[in-house]
């Protein structure tokens, strides 16, 4: 790869907010984070429209891969 290529690896975002009312709480709700994930990348890595898909959680960090096994939680 050369120094001028960006890395397919690699992708850059941001984490937005979103407003969410919290049943349990005094004041209605809250602003909670919120990531939208789109681009033909995604399709060149093997996702398509329609796919089930796992999130692995971790400390500052989401993995995303397809559920082959059918276990999504759709």
């Known amino acids: 790869m050369s120094s001028g290529t960006k890395s397919k690896a690699l992708r850059r975002g941001k984490m937005h907010g979103q407003y969410r009312a919290v049943s349990n709480h005094w ?3 809250r602003n909670v984070p919120w990531l939208n994930v789109r ?11 329609g796919d089930p898909i796992d999130i692995i959680v971790g400390k500052g960090k989401l993995i995303v891969k397809k559920a082959y096994d059918g276990n999504s939680s759709h």
């Open 39 to 49: 681009g033909l990348w995604l399709e060149e890595a093997g996702f398509n429209v």
């Open 27 to 29: 004041h209605g709700g």
